[in-house]
């Protein structure tokens, strides 16, 4: 009886151990197999961003000029953004391109136009790369071109937005007037053109000096112009 009794133990442990092994070779091949799907996801992600970094490299080299042009623009890396290297001294409460209502209009003016065609020169690399460069397939851009405004005393805040966004839309205008439009039939899907007015507000404003109201407020009567790349999915082909 306790030979039999002793089979039975034995048999009965042998099925358990049996029983516990396919349970552990099933938990394992479970969890190679998520552990591979997630590598495989991993991998995948980390060659999209790689070739995301060389499109971000590839939009970078286009804007080199812009950033070395330190007569008409001064790159602010801060912000990464673009502000014009000369003063734009528009007579208080005014806002359109033209004698009147620009100080030192022909000058000034003359600078405006150059500002505008070396961004028509580098938004056509842009789309000229995007032609010739399958990687750049899925990339277009936000152009936005902003206007700000002096903050001088008994000023009104609600006009001066409206101000500078209207001194945005007149630069915006102006260079349309001589053929420098960023709006063209041969910009769409490249361009995403935005005009915005930032009155009082926005980073990197010059401080206010507060003897003298007029002497650095007068400053930020100024243009701000972001190029923004805007990245699909950079695998696409």
């Given amino acids: 009886m306790k030979k039999t009794q002793n089979n039975f133990f034995w048999m009965s ?3 358990l151990m049996i029983s516990l092994f396919f349970v552990v070779l099933v938990l394992f091949v479970l969890t190679f197999v998520m552990l591979k799907g997630e590598q495989n996801k991993l991998e995948e992600t980390v060659e999209n961003l790689e070739e995301k970094l060389e499109v971000y490299d590839l939009v970078e080299q286009n804007l080199i000029p812009l950033k070395k042009d330190t007569l ?16 734009v001294n528009f007579v208080i409460k005014k806002s359109k391109i033209k004698r009147g209502e620009l100080r030192n209009f022909q000058r000034t003016s003359r600078k405006i136009i150059d500002v505008g065609r070396q961004l028509q020169n580098t938004i056509d690399r842009l789309a000229e790369e ?24 008994n ?3 609600f006009s001066d937005y409206e101000l500078s966004y209207q001194r945005a839309y007149n630069l915006w205008n102006y260079w349309k007037s001589i053929g420098i439009d960023f709006e063209a039939d041969k910009y769409k899907g490249l361009i ?19 003897e003298n109201y007029y002497r650095n407020e007068i400053k930020n009567q100024r243009f701000i112009i972001q190029i923004i790349p805007k990245i699909g999915n950079a695998n696409k082909t």
């Fill in 155 to 157: 000023a009104n805040q």
């Fill in 130 to 153: 995007k032609k010739n460069n399958e990687k750049m397939n899925e990339v277009s851009y936000l152009v936005i071109i902003s206007g700000y405004a002096s903050h001088l005393k």
């Fill in 72 to 87: 008409l623009f001064r790159y602010e890396d801060i912000y990464k953004r673009f502000t014009l290297a000369f003063d």
């Fill in 192 to 210: 995403d053109l935005q005009i915005s007015g930032n009155g009082w507000g926005g980073v990197g404003r010059f401080e206010r000096d507060p």
């Fill in 13 to 15: 442990f042998s099925d």
